[in-house]
């Protein structure tokens, strides 16, 4: 039997069908990203606990109001862009030095001893709760507080030296609003913490290892690695967001 | 003698669009990869507000981790009265009006609990890790993201992002 030759297969409606496929994925897909500020909701606790009394240094109350007027430190301000400032201020004014007479959140300088001598204590204390069978919330609460201090064991040795600045563990941002205070400008509070946050850490992060705080997130995103991750835990510890939310009453 | 041919009846040579295809792939690939497949379109009006230093959530998007809840203006105005402060909150594309009904903030919880069950066997965080993402208009009253937060508690659904749109200069 004579060997044919086989035809050619038409790829004359290729294109079609590549055009099909294209003009599917141009109307099903978006462009735009989905951005947003993720923040944690703190856990319900149905143990009525006392209430601890916190300095007034130490609290940043960000007040928004029904008709979204904006209230910092009890200073009343017209531009929002302003809180970052305020923010800022509020961590580096003690940074260096306390002064007692201001009315900013003072800063401890714990050595690595003291810090060992927490941990250690930590670690008494969730045995002390295995032993008495204290409930699974008791303990959690303290295995969170051996890894705190593991962290800022970690985090010294990165920083080295002998001690380094940490804030009072009392002292938070607080945003108030009221019921009718716009999302808009809750936003906007939630994003000039962040601008805060942000600039208080690259520029520590620039000091201590010469790149800004943005290249190394970005990188730990896409990498995930542990020196990275190290280097993030510090300037955590260093500079620690702590956002308090408050329900608004009716 | 003349310089130009003259027609003689041949026909012009059809333009060769054997590589035509190769082009429309190449759209294709570029729109498969730089575009995130759309969450559907939400039954009621959302206008973000805009910030800057946003986390980007493709990454647990990709994962399939995250509930979108959206907050804003009904598309029927006629019906602005029946919601609470004016505000509609759309969950899975349904809207509804009155407080003891299925889908109003009293709903969140349910909601959540539901999203989690059925994405339990692929998703390897616990519930309290699942975010929950609420869109927003820029006018929604805070105290209904409140009420949504409070909910979220109540199931221990404890990581909730605010969207907004992020006006880009990093």
């Known amino acids: ?250 | 003698m003349s310089k130009f041919k003259k027609d003689n009846g041949k026909k012009l040579p059809g333009v060769n669009t054997s590589s035509l295809p190769d082009i429309v792939f190449m759209l294709l690939f570029f729109f498969m990869v730089a575009t995130t497949s759309k969450e559907v379109d939400p039954t009621v009006d959302v206008d973000q507000p805009t910030g800057t230093k946003t986390t980007d959530l493709t990454p647990y998007k990709q994962r399939s981790e995250i509930d979108f809840l959206y907050l804003g203006e009904p598309r029927n105005k006629a019906r602005l009265n029946d919601f609470k402060m004016g505000y509609a909150l759309s969950l899975d594309n349904v809207v509804q009006a009155t407080s003891d009904e299925l889908y109003t903030t009293n709903a969140v919880g349910q909601w959540k609990k539901d999203k989690f069950e059925e994405k339990k066997s692929r998703v390897k965080v616990p519930i309290t890790g699942v975010i929950t993402c609420v869109k927003a208009d820029k006018g929604a009253p805070t105290g209904l993201i409140f009420d949504i937060r409070k909910e979220l508690q109540n199931v221990d659904g404890l990581t909730i992002a605010y969207a907004v749109r992020d006006n880009g200069n990093i």
């Open chain 1, 1 to 250: 039997m004579a060997k044919r030759d086989i035809p050619e297969i038409n790829a004359g409606s290729m294109a079609d069908i590549a055009f099909l496929l294209l003009i599917f994925f141009l109307v099903t897909t978006t462009m735009d990203k989905d951005q947003a500020y993720i923040r944690n909701i703190p856990k319900k606790v149905e143990i009525k606990t006392e209430i601890i009394e916190v300095e007034q240094r130490n609290v940043l109350a960000i007040k928004a109001n029904n008709q979204n007027q904006l209230m910092v430190r009890g200073e009343i301000i017209a531009d929002p862009d302003k809180i970052s400032e305020k923010i800022i201020e509020f961590y580096n004014t003690n940074r260096n030095v306390n002064d007692l007479t201001n009315d900013f959140p003072t800063y401890t300088h714990p050595t690595k001893n003291e810090i060992e001598a927490n941990l250690k204590a930590a670690e008494k204390e969730l045995e002390s709760f295995e032993e008495q069978d204290a409930g699974d919330a008791l303990i959690d609460y303290a295995y969170s507080k051996i890894d705190e201090w593991d962290k800022m064991k970690r985090s010294l040795k990165l920083f080295g030296g002998n001690d380094f600045p940490l804030i009072n563990s009392q002292a938070n941002i607080r945003i108030e609003v009221q019921t009718r205070t716009q999302y808009s400008l809750f936003a906007k509070i939630q994003t000039e913490i962040e601008e805060a946050i942000f600039e208080l850490r690259d520029t520590e992060a620039k000091r201590i290892f010469g790149e800004s705080y943005g290249v190394i997130k970005t990188r730990y995103i896409s990498d995930e690695e542990p020196i990275d991750k190290g280097k993030l835990d510090l300037l955590d510890v260093l500079y620690p967001a702590r956002i308090i939310e408050v329900t608004p009453k009716n």
